[in-house]
């Protein structure tokens, strides 16, 4: 599946580490180039921030109508400064586009600040990248007065424009969470609003083609350089609905799916501001089945702890699918006797253990479990009696279970969970056992729609409502991105939504927001 043969692979584990450390550009065959246009096409971004570091982005491409860049790698020169003219630098170093990733680059900035607000920019072959904007967390122990998060996910291509980007760029954010779907696999749509290029996606080329066509949407790369973004992953940066090692439900069968995964791993690396740990055995791993380590732990100081949680790679495969297929599908629990297998797990058992622990910590504050899917029992009606979906928490009740008790256990005093994946708005209240209405509520919840990817009509929210009483509103129909915005004593949401994204010029609004107060589980409507 186009992956690197092994030698290059161990070659490439030192050099992934000189590139984003800037280390020393030794062990690397380098090319000296002088680009006569930009090869920044696919802009620059920040992510994965601490107090003293930030990761900063880019791949290079050859301007159009010129070669190739070729199998050497390319120095570029990195800058972060205190002012947007650059006459105040802060930080500097080289680092390396490996061609062995696709030219791109993963710069980690350190000895940075914290809480503090910075421009940074590329330097390669004569050519200057746009400037972007990006910002350190305060230190863990610091007084932090406010927090403003937007949380998004599920971005499919054919289904509509970006433009909802366009409007998040004016929210003042501090940070973007990005919960999944940032690709998709699909070679079209019926009804598209606009065609990708080429077929189904399963090659290490097909991928890195694919994250660029994102990556050159304007929109997109405007809120990329507004601010540093938080990133997890699910399903369609590989396939729909494959879990853990086992192949998903759509396109073509490939003859070995690790292969398929790990290209798709790689690819996903190539094109997201992560760290260059991330890569846990570097790509011989990957094709052995390695892990990207995505799940981690982020202070904003006192007011709020922020946990990232991966649900998508370690999980147990989906059970009771019906005639036997891979993926996921509605599922009556009287008829599926390993519904509650408290064997099976949706984050694995080693990030079981390290939420568990992580939870332990900042409980003073709002704790943020940022996961990928909707977390409260949805119950949906059928011939055959009630029904759950199962590929997202509801077909791994044990394991909410344990994150329930988890919650209880460290007493964490405010959890709020975001998640996405439904392509809809779903706000409600984490409950210690869903079976019991009158259990205790431990958090509340907001799970938001997609981006761009359709869904259904209201037509059933009012039932599915009335049969999940822990949720207090509900959206099928419209299209955006959630605004959190935390302060010590409270918790705003804002749902906010587009009026059309087949329409680049597509107009926004509020659909409802709502506030929690500190100690309070309680969701109300603003």
């Known amino acids: 599946m186009d992956l690197l043969p092994v030698t290059d692979r161990r070659r490439l584990l030192q050099a992934v580490a000189a590139g984003a450390m800037g280390l020393a550009l030794w062990g690397c065959a380098t090319r000296q180039i002088r680009f006569a246009a930009d090869p920044f096409a696919l802009g620059i971004a920040s992510g994965s921030p601490a107090a003293d570091s930030v990761v900063l982005w880019t791949r290079l491409l050859a301007p159009a109508g010129a070669s190739g860049l070729g199998r050497a790698s390319i120095a570029v020169r990195w800058e972060v400064a205190h002012d947007r003219e650059f006459s105040r630098i802060a930080r500097s170093g080289e680092v390396l586009a490996l061609a062995e990733l696709a030219h791109s680059v993963h710069a980690q900035a350190t000895g940075l600040q914290g809480d503090r607000w910075y421009f940074y920019r590329f330097i390669a072959g004569g050519v200057s990248s746009p400037v972007g904007r990006t910002r350190t967390l305060p230190a863990p122990d610091a007084a932090v007065g406010r927090l403003r998060l937007a949380y998004a996910s599920c971005q499919r291509w054919e289904h509509g424009y970006f433009?909802?980007?366009?409007?998040?760029?004016?929210?003042?954010?501090?940070?973007v969470l990005f919960l999944g779907d940032y690709i998709y696999e699909y070679p079209n749509a019926a009804r598209a609003v606009r065609v990708p290029p080429g077929g189904w996606v399963l090659t290490l080329e097909d991928?890195?083609?694919?994250?660029?066509?994102?990556?050159?949407?304007?929109?997109l790369q405007a809120m990329h350089a507004a601010c540093p973004w938080i990133v997890t992953w699910d399903d369609h940066e590989v396939q729909n609905d494959y879990a853990g090692l086992q192949a998903g439900d759509s396109g073509p069968v490939v003859a070995d799916f690790t292969a398929r995964r790990a290209a798709a791993y790689q690819a996903f690396y190539e094109h997201m501001p992560v760290r260059a740990s991330a890569l846990?055995?570097?790509?011989?791993g990957l094709s052995a089945g390695a892990e990207v380590r995505l799940y981690s732990q982020l202070r904003f100081g006192r007011l709020a702890t922020l946990n990232l949680l991966d649900t998508?790679?370690?999980?147990?495969?989906?059970?009771?699918?019906?005639?036997?297929?891979?993926?996921?599908?509605?599922?009556?629990?009287?008829?599926?006797?390993?519904?509650?297998?408290?064997?099976?797990?949706?984050?694995?058992?080693?990030?079981?253990?390290?939420?568990d622990?992580?939870?332990?910590?900042?409980?003073?504050?709002?704790?943020?479990?940022?996961?990928?899917?909707l977390f409260g029992a949805r119950e949906l009606a059928s011939a055959a009696g009630?029904?759950?979906?199962?590929?997202?928490?509801?077909?791994?009740?044990?394991?909410?279970?344990?994150?329930?008790?988890?919650?209880?256990?460290?007493?964490?005093?405010?959890?709020v969970l975001f998640g996405g994946d439904v392509h809809e708005n779903w706000v409600g209240h984490v409950k210690a056992d869903y079976g019991r209405p009158d259990s205790a509520t431990l958090g509340v919840e907001f799970c938001g729609t997609s981006l761009t990817s359709r869904s259904g009509t209201n037509a059933r929210v009012p039932q599915r409502l009335a049969s999940n009483p822990h949720f207090v509103f509900a959206d099928a129909e419209r299209r955006g991105y959630g605004v959190a915005e935390f302060t010590p004593g409270q918790l705003t949401t804002s749902l906010r939504v587009v009026d059309d994204v087949t329409r680049r010029d597509t107009t926004i609004e509020t659909l409802a927001r709502f506030a929690v107060q500190a100690g309070r589980p309680q969701v109300e409507r603003a």
Request: glycine share 10%.
């Open 312 to 355: 998508r790679q370690y999980r147990d495969p989906q059970v009771c699918t019906g005639g036997g297929r891979l993926g996921s599908g509605f599922v009556h629990p009287p008829a599926c006797p390993a519904w509650n297998d408290p064997a099976r797990s949706l984050l694995g058992a080693q990030q079981e253990r390290w939420l």
């Open 280 to 284: 846990t055995r570097a790509l011989a």
């Open 163 to 175: 433009s909802a980007y366009r409007h998040m760029r004016e929210e003042d954010l501090d940070a």
């Open 357 to 373: 622990q992580a939870l332990s910590v900042g409980n003073d504050g709002w704790s943020i479990i940022a996961q990928q899917t």
């Open 207 to 219: 991928y890195r083609q694919r994250y660029a066509l994102h990556k050159g949407d304007a929109d």
């Open 386 to 415: 009630p029904s759950f979906w199962n590929d997202g928490w509801d077909g791994y009740g044990a394991a909410r279970s344990r994150l329930t008790q988890s919650l209880q256990k460290q007493a964490v005093a405010n959890p």
